[in-house]
């Protein structure tokens, strides 16, 4: 493109996606599901019979709660009603094909029994290794797992945001090594987590780690051939974040995209990418209030349908209860997401980018390694014409709805690339997909 390239030790190692069978298991996920938990769940957004304004598991943040109380929290950690094999068949009802959970958020609290720090489930009141029944669990469902991990540890002595003083040198040098061995731990305790989804990797003091980070993410990747990891682990030399000084993302797949959607192809640069969702407005962490719009089923199957058809997957969240259950409301969603899925996932699941032009009705997707077409319509026109532009050198073959394979549409040529597929019958109520099996045109 003319434009010279900084030489960067510490920047990208690839340019383009990854070519390999992992990362294409992965492209064609379509849907998942977020798992954000932890001590924060106790509180639920809730500390002293005051309400916390902000996302619920940012309350230890708060000015009004000690930390050392928060930290306590540890002592009422006993998920009586947790259950994995449950969380994971709600997952699979969903029609989700991977999982992120939060091994360790911001404070710092491990879901399993690390032996790098105290503060971990082995000393709450309920002992017990949390992600090694929930890998189990996901496992035997045929869902992948994907490991959150902050970097940034607010339980941590070594912590620091900043790097000002000689003192939080070598604090944080000892915080580094926490973290290699943390991460190294969690690679060999569980190895069939498919990747590392990282977070809380914005603060200066880690945004300056840039040879650090990079020889780690070499040597977790050496530990675990395939290993997934997002955009957000590691900065370049000059602290670029995500994409390096070159303006090529770091890392495997783009995970710029939280609770926002990209609107065209050109938004996505050639990467790939998912998007994180919150049910409500940004609450990640169980939060009791569960104020403002939450979103609907058909608001999240049409997030899931816009993501697909521009190649990303669409990952929602869920945030358990202290005691360990999931909460009504999102099992109802779960529920009614699977619904639709179990007809339509042909329409979600290994499918790509379509290459058309978008139009007023909804979503098209393409099914990978081959030339089938899906409309996921979303509004239907009064006049029941779904409008559809073909590469001038195809037409359409066939058009059905995929919950009617057997009855075929009419279809109707516009101009030499523009059809309209009529819809005999315009009163949905749900989304529907139309599947377009085009020609060749000779
Ligand atoms: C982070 C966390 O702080 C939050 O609690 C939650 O875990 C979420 C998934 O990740 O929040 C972010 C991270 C990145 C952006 C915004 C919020 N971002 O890049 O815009």
């Known amino acids: 493109d003319g434009q010279e390239k900084l030489q960067l030790k510490h920047g990208s190692h690839r340019v383009g996606k990854r070519t390999d069978a992992v990362m294409a298991k992965w492209r064609g996920y379509g849907l998942g599901q977020f798992i954000h938990w932890g001590l924060y769940a106790i509180p639920g957004g809730e500390w002293n019979g005051k309400q916390y304004n902000g996302a619920a598991e940012w309350i230890r943040s708060w000015n009004g709660i000690p930390k050392s109380t928060y930290d306590s929290l540890i002592y009422k950690f006993n998920p009586v009603n947790f259950n994995a094999e449950e969380w994971a068949a709600t997952a699979k009802q969903m029609g989700a094909k991977y999982v992120t959970i939060t091994t360790k958020h911001h404070d710092g609290f491990c879901l399993w029994p690390s032996k790098y720090t105290n503060y971990t489930v082995a000393n709450s009141p309920w002992k017990k290794d949390i992600m090694k029944p929930l890998i189990d669990a996901y496992d035997k469902q045929g869902i992948d797992v994907i490991l959150y991990f902050s970097v940034m540890d607010w339980n941590h002595p070594g912590w620091r945001y900043d790097i000002k003083t000689k003192e939080d040198s070598i604090a944080f040098e000892g915080f580094k090594q926490f973290t290699r061995n943390q991460l190294l731990e969690l690679l060999t305790l569980y190895p069939t987590a498919k990747g590392l989804w990282f977070d809380g990797t914005w603060d200066k003091s880690w945004v300056k780690q840039a040879a650090f980070a990079d020889e780690l993410e070499t040597e977790m990747r050496k530990l675990r051939p395939g290993l997934i990891i997002g955009s957000r682990f590691r900065a370049d030399e000059n602290g670029k974040r995500h994409f390096d000084s070159n303006g090529v993302l770091m890392g495997d797949y783009e995970q710029g995209w939280e609770r926002k959607i990209p609107n065209k192809i050109e938004d996505v640069h050639g990467n790939d990418w998912d998007c994180v969702m919150t049910v409500p407005e940004n609450q990640w962490g169980y939060n009791k209030a569960w104020k403002g719009h939450i979103k609907t089923t058909n608001e999240l199957l049409e997030m899931t349908a816009k993501c697909v058809s521009l190649g990303g997957n669409f990952v929602l969240n869920f945030g358990p209860q202290g005691d360990g259950a999931i909460r009504k409301e999102e099992k109802q969603l779960a529920a009614q997401i699977g619904d639709w899925m179990k007809t339509n996932n042909e329409a979600i699941y290994n499918c790509e980018y379509a290459g058309l032009e978008k139009q007023d009705w909804g979503y098209f997707t393409k099914k990978t390694g081959s030339d089938k077409l899906y409309m996921i319509v979303f509004n239907v026109p009064v006049s029941g014409a779904l409008k559809v532009k073909l590469p001038a050198n195809t037409s359409i073959g066939k058009s059905y709805l995929l919950a009617q394979p057997a009855q075929l549409l009419n279809t109707e040529e516009i101009s030499g690339t523009e059809y ?22 000779k």
């Open 420 to 441: 309209f597929i009529h819809l005999k019958n315009t009163a949905a109520g749900k989304p529907f997909v139309v599947v377009l099996e085009p020609n060749a045109k």
